[in-house]
C-alpha cells in the first residue's frame, strides 16, 4: 500500500516539478561540474576526471584559479587541520596508523593547454609550508569578467578511515568534499566586499565550507552490491562485469556529497504537504505572518524522502521519517518551501559515526545507537534531533548559502534556533524521562549563559581562542541571541522580518549583516548596542534587585520648624499601634540594577499585600533604576522580568525579592519534598534486591 | 508458617511483622530525615525566585537547568548531601538485616525495636565478615563469568560491523548472566546471614558453608523466590512513586500530604522486604529439613542377634 501511495505522490511530484524547476533555474549559477568517478572499495582509492565549466563573475580578469583539495587535510599530520584538531574531532578520535587520505591532482588543461606546471599550494590563513589543502593554478592568460572557461581536470584520492565528516569503515564509504572544488571569486560587493578578491581558505578544524551555485552532473562506477546514496537524483544506471556505473544529476546546488555501503537498506516515503503540513500549523503561521493559508502553502510540493539505514538501526527509520516530515512543513511555512524534489536521509554505523550528524545539499548524515530505540532512552530525541537540525542545514548553508569559514554562527547558529522552536513545538522536550521530567531545546541551549564569553559571536571560525568557545558561539550563543531578538520583538514583527531574510536571502550569500539589517527593521530599542556587544563582542547582562523595602511611616516625625514635637514625646518611647488599627502608609524603596553590559529593557512588576500591582519597563541604559512610592499596602514583591523575556540574564535566581515572609505555598518545601524522597526512593530500592 | 512454603510464608511475614517492616523503615526515613535540613537551605532559593509559580504548578525546565548550571557550589554540596545519605542509609540497612532475621527465625513478634537493635548488634561483627566476604566473590565471579566472556566477545566482535551477532551475544550474556552471578552470589550471602541469626554458625566462614549445603541442588528454587520478591518491590515502588508524581502539591497541606503518602509507600516497601527476608529463612528450614539425614524404615526392622557375651575366663 504505502508503495502504490509512494508512485502515485512522485508522479505527482513530476506534475508540480516545473515549480520547482523554476524556481532553480533563476538564481545565479558560476560553476557547472561534470565528474566521473570510480571507486576501488578494496584499496579505497578514487580515480576521477572532471569537467568544470566557471565563469568569472568579478569585474577584473583573473590571472589565477583556487581550488579546495580539501582530503589533503589527512595526508599527514602536518596539515593545518590535524594540528589544529590534534586528530581529535567532534568527540571522533582519527586514526592515525592507517587512516591518512589525501587528492592528488594529476592533471588540469585548459583548451589543450597544460596548467600543471602552474600549481603552487597555498596556506592564506596562517602560512602553514605543510598545508596542502588550497591550490593556486596559474592561467597562459587571465579570464576576462564574465568569461566561461572550461577546465579538464583528473585526480586521485584515497578516503581517511572515517574522521571528520568524510572516509571510509569497512565498505561504508561517505564522500564529501571530496573532488577538487573551485574557490570563491567574490565580485566587488557579494558580500559586501569592497574589491574583488577569491575567498578560498583552508580547511581547517573548526570550520565548514563555502562554495559557489551551480550544477552537477556525476557519474559514479563501483561493484555492483555497493547501495548508493547522493545529493542528485537518479538518471541513468548500467551495469557490466560486476560492476555498475549509477549518473546523478542536480541542478542549483553548491556541493555534492554522495555515500555507499552495501549493508544500507533503503526506505522510502513522500512528504505530501496536503497530508504533513498540520492544519493547526497553517493557520497558526497565517495568523503571525499575516499571510493568507493559500499563499503560504504556494510553492509545496510533494518530496521523495529516501532513508538509507543501516540494518540493526531499521526501527527507527520511521522516527527519522516523522521528524523529516514535520521539518519540511514547518520550513515551507516560517521559511519557504522546500525547492529540490528529494531529500535522502543516510544513516550511518555506528563505527562510522565520525561521518554522522553531517549536512549537504539534498542529503545529509543522521545517526543513532541501537540503544536509543530502547526504554528508558526513548525519551532522548537524538533521532529526530539530528534529523531537524541537518535538514535546517540545508536551508541555512545550503539555500542561503552563508560563509562558514567566517560567518559560522549564520549557519550553525540560526539553525540550532530554528531547531529548538521545532523540537521544543514538535516533541516539547528534546530529553524527556519518566515521571514528566524533561527538558526543553531551548533550555539547554541556553545554559550557556552561564559560562564567560572570550569571543564575539562573529568570528572567524579558526580565530576562536578555542574549539570549545567556536562551538558555544556558533551554536547556543548565537541561537540565544536570536532567541532573545524574537522575545524583544514579539512573535508576529519578529516571524515576518525572520520569514523576509529567509526569502530575500535564497539561493545567494548572505552575511552577518544582511541578518542584522533584517532585525534592525524590527525597531527593537537598544537592539544596536544588543548587536554590537553580542555578535561583535563578549556582552552579557545580570538584573538584580538590589533593595527593596516597605515600612510604615509617620509622615513628619521631629520638631517642626516652632520647634513643636510633632509625633514624639522626648524621653519616652514611642507605643507602636496594633497592626490592624494601623492606619500610616507604607513607604516603599526599590533599587534594581543592571551588571554587565548589555542595556536590555526589561520589565519591573511590584506586588503589594493587599494584590494591587505596579508594573513599569526600565530601558536599563543607566546601570540601576529606584522606584519610591507612599502606599497603603506593603510591597510584598518585586520582580525584575515577570515575563522571562531576557534569556541573556545571566543569573535569573536574583531578579525577585520578597518583602517579609512569603505567603502562601512553598515552592522549596515541594523541591525539598521531591528531593528528599529521591533519597529514600534510592535507598528503598535495595530492597528489590537480593 | 511451619507447613508453608517459602512464599506462602513470606507473604504471611510480610502482612503479620508490620511493627519488624516500620523499624526496617527507619533506615530509609532517619538518614532522608537528617538529610532534610541541608536540603532545606539548599532548595530555598526557589521562593524568592522567578521559578516559585511555575515550580508549584509542575516540572519547570529552566528552574531545574539552571539550578544547575548556575549554582554548581549549592549542586555540589547537594550530591555530596545525597551521597553521604545513602552511603549512610545503607549502612544502617546492614545493620538491621541482622536483627530483622533473628526476630523472623526466633518468631518472637515482641518486644521488636529493642530485640532488633540488640540482635543487630551482636551480628554486626559476623555480618561484616561475610559482606566482605561477598564482595570479594561477587567481583571475582563476576569478573570470572561476565566480564571476561564478555571482552572476548568484544574481541570477536572487532572490525565487523556494528550490533551483529557477537555484539548481540555480549550483550544477552552480560545481561542474562550478570542478573544471574549476582542473584547467585547475594543469595548465598543472605543464606549466611540466615545461619547467623538462626545461631547456627558463629563467624562468616561457618554461615557460608551452610549457606553453600542449603543452595545446592535448589539454585533455581532460591533464585525463583529472590525474583517474586524483586518484581513485588519494583511495583509498590512504581506504584507510590507515580502517585507521589501525580500528586503535584500546590500547597502546603499537598506538600504534607506527599510526604504521608510517600511514607506510606516506603513502610509498604520494608514490609516486601520483610517478606523477602521471611521466604528466604522459610526456604532455609525447608532446604534443612530436606537435607537432614534420612532414616530408612523398612518393617519389620531386621534386629542383628545379640553378640554372645565374650567368655569369661576361667
Redesign the interface.
Known sequence: MRRIVTAALVVASGLCGGGTARALDAPRKIVDYDIKVALDPEKKLFDGRETLRWTNPADVPVGELKFHLYWNAFRNNLSTFMKESGGQLRGDKADLSDGWGFIDVTSMAWDGRDLTSGFRFESPDDGNPDDRTVLSVSLPRPVAPGETISLDIAWKAKAPKVFARSGYV?DFFFVGQWYPKIGVLEPKGRRRRAESGWNCHQYHANSEFYADWGDYRVEITLPEKFVVASAGALANETRTGGKKTLTYVQKQIHDFAWTTDP?YVVRESVFDPAKDVPKEEIERASRILGRPPDELMKGFHPVKLSFYM???HLSQWTRYEDAQKWALGWFGLWAFPYPYAQVSVIDP???GLGSGGMEYQTLYTAGTF?WLARWPLTGLRAQEGVVVHEFGHGYWYGLLASNEFEESWMDEGINSFTEAVMMDRRYR?VAEFP??????DE??Q??IV?APDFDPIVTRAWQYSTTGSYGRNSYPRAATVVEQIRRLAGEETFWRAFRRYAERWRFDHPTSEDFLDEMRTLGLPNFEPLARKTFYGTGEVDFRVLRADSERRDGFTGFDDAGKNVNFEPGKKRKEPKEKDDTRPYETVVVVARAGDLPLPVDVLLTFENGETYRTTWDATAKWLRLKTTYASRLAQV?L??D?KIILD????N????VGR?K??????????????????????????? | MKNDGAYTAGLRSALANRRLALVLWLAVAVPAGLACTPLGALTRLFDASPFRDALLEGWDSWAILSWFILHPGPWRVMRLVFASTLAAGLLLQFFLTGGVLSALTSGIRRPVFRRVMAESAALFKPSLWAGARYLVALALWMGLFVAAPARLFAKLAENRPPNGFWTGTRELWVVVLGILVYYLVSLKFDLARVALARGEATNARDAYRIAKRRMKGARGRVVGVALFWTVVGIAIQALFTNLGVKMNPHAGTGVFGLVVVRQIGFVVSAMARVGFWASLVRFDEIRRDELAPKFAAPLPWEIPPAEPAPPVPA
Open positions: 569497512r549493508r543501516q540494518p540493526d554505523p555506528e563505527d541501537k522536550y515521571f514528566g521530567v524533561g527538558f526543553t533550555n539547554t541556553r545554559t552561564a520582580a522580568d515577570p522571562g545571566r543569573e535569573p535566581f531578579n525577585v525579592r520578597n512569603v502562601g505555598a512553598s515552592a522549596s518545601a515541594k523541591v525539598r519534598a521531591y528531593a528528599m524522597h529521591l533519597v529514600e526512593i534510592a535507598l528503598s530500592s535495595f530492597w528489590s534486591l537480593p
